[in-house]
């Protein structure tokens, strides 16, 4: 059996993460498959390390905040760190559903990818939360970025549910992207030749809490993105080798 | 170049020699900098002690006045200053960075055991 880690990094999720723990608690007791969680407390200011602590949810405390970035690359150096087969990124703010997650990593199971994005847009028929229609323009806008610097198409370049095998779990352990981490490392991985498989997933839209992404920071956010997917292209990259 | 502008220039230079001094004294700069403040306060002494130097300089350089070719030099040699300290500002979050991960994980392994212990 492959282990198999959630990351949840959390800020400010008192709402929402014990809901999150308890539903992928139930999945694990009817499931065959059991996934392990580690949620990343990046400096909370509200209740959430005392919710994690009440209720034994395993965590780590980060001791100062970090951002996005720092807080999810914490737990793929755990998930090294303890030998993970495969990481699995996992929002804490009710956006994700636990059902889905065999989805994800079944092409890293069957080897025919090396990582896989949980996508809204792959599926056009599906229902569920699609984010608003600017994000949407965001979202297309990065795509063709990573398009240009990587002759690849990738829909939902924004998501954060997505799962990575063993190989760019020790990448990711290497070095992580602080800020815009999602669009930033799809690029950089795909550079590297790492195979991806996008899969359709339906996302809920988000209970309480603050997006990390804010509107009124969205065009500096959007600027940012592609001046660092430009770099990538022209950086270079040594290609993954596969046996 | 006026000889009140030469004495302007020589205060300059030993301000900043006396300033990168006592810094260096107190340790709260690395002799390295501190070398780089000598430099800067000494090529401002010499200037100012052979202003022809600087005349000749802004001449071939096409400055109308010396005085606009020491602000402008000035202001190159601060934006570069800036460029300098960016990057190093940005190796510095990386360290931190990297502590604060390491440190919380060796925190929660430790309550692990803890747990355990009990």
């Known amino acids: 059996m492959k282990k198999i880690l959630l990351v949840i990094p959390a800020y400010n999720e008192e709402d929402n993460i014990l809901n999150t723990y308890n539903f992928i608690k139930e999945y694990n007791k009817k499931s065959k498959q059991k996934y392990d969680v580690i949620v990343i407390n990046d400096g909370s200011k509200d209740n959430t390390k005392k919710i994690l602590e009440d209720n034994n949810i395993p965590h780590i405390n980060l001791v100062h905040n970090l951002g996005i970035g720092g807080a999810v690359q914490t737990g793929y150096k755990y998930a090294y760190y303890n030998d993970y087969d495969i990481a699995v990124q996992f929002d804490g703010d009710g956006q994700h559903d636990v059902n889905y997650v065999e989805n994800i990593i079944n092409p890293i199971l069957e080897d025919k990818a090396d990582f896989v994005i949980g996508s ?14 600017s994000r949407r323009v965001g979202i297309k806008i990065i795509s063709s970025f990573i398009k240009f610097a990587t002759r690849k198409k990738v829909f939902d370049t924004t998501s954060g549910f997505r799962a990575v ?8 352990y290497l070095s992580y992207p602080s800020e815009y981490p999602e669009p930033i490392t799809t690029s950089e991985l795909l550079r590297k030749n790492y195979r991806l498989k996008e899969v359709s997933v339906m996302m809920k839209e988000r209970v309480g809490g603050v997006s990390s992404i804010r509107a009124w920071k969205n065009v ?3 600027l940012n993105v592609c001046l660092a997917i430009i770099m990538i292209k022209f950086r270079r990259y040594k290609k993954c080798q596969r046996i | 170049m006026s000889k ?12 900043i020699f006396i300033l990168a001094s006592r810094y260096l004294r107190k340790g709260r700069i690395p002799e390295k900098y501190a070398l780089l403040w000598y430099l800067f306060a000494f090529i401002i002494l010499i200037v100012s002690l052979f202003p022809n130097i600087l005349s000749f300089l802004a001449r071939t350089l096409g400055f109308q006045l010396v005085s606009n070719m020491i602000i402008v030099l000035l202001i190159g040699i601060l934006f570069l200053l800036v460029m300098a300290l960016t990057i190093m500002i940005a190796g510095q979050k990386k360290k931190t960075t990297l502590l604060i991960q390491e440190v919380s994980i060796l925190k929660n392994e430790i309550n692990n055991l803890k747990e355990k212990e009990k």
Do not use: H
């Open chain 1, 120 to 133: 809204r847009f792959i599926d056009k028929e599906k229902e569920g939360f699609k984010s608003s229609a």
């Open chain 1, 165 to 172: 095998n063993k190989d760019i779990i020790y990448d990711f």
């Open chain 1, 220 to 222: 500096y956010y959007m």
């Open chain 2, 4 to 15: 009140n502008l030469i004495i302007t220039l020589i205060f300059a230079s030993l301000f």
